[in-house]
């Protein structure tokens, strides 16, 4: 039977909210300190244990869970979620100290049996749509290399292949964040403003994951009302120490993103953190959820650390990275001017009669052919780079694919190359003027439902 705080919880929570994090038993040495503004925070340096690592082990204990699933038959496993929890535990455990462990958790926004309930990443709805956001940062912009980390970006990318390969997502509804100039920068604004649109334009039956691995760190804000203080988690995204933003709080993710979940909306946090929370903190991640078990517990309970009622006092703190993600903006705009600049001056240099032989003409044409071919190539090559870092076995069907495309490829040089007479001129001409009268599809827009515009 619901309680009074239960329905409060329903009323501000519409959504069912999962996610999945590590905390640790203790406070030690090695955690990073404890920070009482958001502008002292730094990056904590990447050693856990006395041991140097490349990033948090969330994403690989629950690959690992979930790959021991897959059955010769080609049919899924199922495994119920304290089950899940305690085969992730065997993953990351140490056993050379007992007293200092990290404990895989499950935190939720309704309170359920996890004996009874299965681990299940997307909706059980078959017509529902799959959305993700993938962030994965290094942060090696930074000048302090013991504070950066080796394995986020292959979180993502494995990450990625699961969602792909086994659990249904489109590729076009898959938004990835990373810091190595290729994919989306992972700013502040920019993920906030990802998760706030996954969740307006889903409905009842569709699913919404979102991942994040990376650094983090604990806050304790010092209130009137509240002697020991209030705790937050924070995550550190891309620009943490850029025009005063900040980091990424607890109250910014519950404002933009718990809450905004709709009712039916199947939403999957996984936050992977370098160093994971103590649980003196009384919260298990960033993402802040009013029920948690953990490893080794059949039952859930209330979390210490959770408040409900904290929409307002998000607000403020999402309103800044709005302007944050302004700023960002501003200096791309900076940027292209500069650019675009560079090049009238390259074209009046060229121009110049003065300067002018034949040779201008030929620069200037091989340079706008060199910056059409840079500008293309991240694009065409990115899938096939994040296939094979991946190190997961290439699929049959794949490879079919890739000797398809080569074998059409060669065809349609070998017909070029070969002399034509009249006749097969004008059945080429018709082909043409047959394929252009075709409707193109349009494009897909990342988060955009078919049939329905993505406004």
């Known amino acids: 039977m619901a309680t009074e705080y239960d329905e409060i919880i329903e009323d501000e929570i519409p959504g069912m909210v999962y996610a999945i994090s590590i905390y640790d038993t203790e406070e030690n040495d090695y955690m990073p300190p404890i920070i009482s503004h958001v502008d002292e925070y730094e990056l904590p340096r990447h050693t856990v244990r006395e041991r140097e690592v490349g990033g948090g082990v969330t994403s690989y204990a629950l690959l690992r869970v979930l790959e021991s699933l897959k059955s010769s038959s080609g049919r899924k496993k199922k495994i119920k979620w304290a089950d899940a929890l305690l085969a992730m535990h065997e993953h990351v455990e140490n056993p050379e100290d007992e007293t200092r462990q990290a404990v895989p958790t499950l935190s939720t926004s309704r309170p359920i049996n996890v004996r009874e309930q299965n681990l299940r990443l997307v909706n059980t709805s078959k017509d529902g749509v799959k959305r993700a956001l993938l962030v994965g940062i290094h942060y090696q912009d930074e000048e302090d290399e013991s504070t950066w980390l080796a394995s986020c970006h292959t979180d993502v990318r494995r990450i990625r292949q699961h969602l792909i390969h086994e659990e249904g997502f489109e590729k076009g509804n898959i938004l990835v964040m990373m810091d190595d100039d290729r994919h989306h920068e992972p700013v502040k604004g920019a993920i906030l403003d990802a998760l706030e649109r996954m969740c307006q334009i889903s409905e009842p039956g569709d699913s919404i994951f979102f991942h994040f ?133 390259e074209d009046e240099e060229m121009n110049d009669p003065s300067n002018y032989d034949d040779s201008y003409e030929e620069k200037k044409t091989k340079s706008r052919r060199k910056s059409k071919s840079k500008k293309n190539k991240p694009e065409v090559e990115r899938e096939e780079e994040e296939d094979i870092e991946d190190n997961y076995e290439e699929r049959p069907e794949k490879l079919e694919r890739q000797q398809s495309r080569r074998k059409s490829k060669h065809k349609k040089k070998k017909k070029e190359e070969a002399p034509r007479n009249e006749e097969e001129y004008l059945e080429e001409r018709q082909e043409e003027e047959k394929a252009k009268k075709k409707k193109k599809k349009p494009k897909k827009k990342f988060f955009e439902r078919k049939g329905k515009s993505s406004d």
């Open 213 to 345: 691995s990376g650094h983090g760190g604990t806050m304790i804000n010092q209130d009137e009302y509240d002697e020991d203080g209030i705790t937050h988690e924070l995550l550190a995204p891309g620009n943490y120490r850029d025009n005063g933003i900040g980091v990424l709080m607890d109250d910014d993710l519950y404002a933009s993103f718990v809450t905004k979940v709709p009712e039916g909306v199947h939403a999957v946090a996984i936050i992977d953190t370098c160093h994971p929370p103590s649980y003196q903190s009384g919260k298990t991640s960033a993402i802040d959820l009013p029920y948690v078990c953990d490893t080794g517990y059949d039952e859930m309970r209330a979390s210490e650390g959770y408040r409900p009622g904290r929409m307002l006092l998000g607000a403020g703190v999402v309103a800044g990275a709005a302007a944050g993600a302004a700023a960002v903006g501003s200096k791309a705009k900076k940027k292209k001017k500069a650019k675009k600049k560079k090049h009238e001056e």
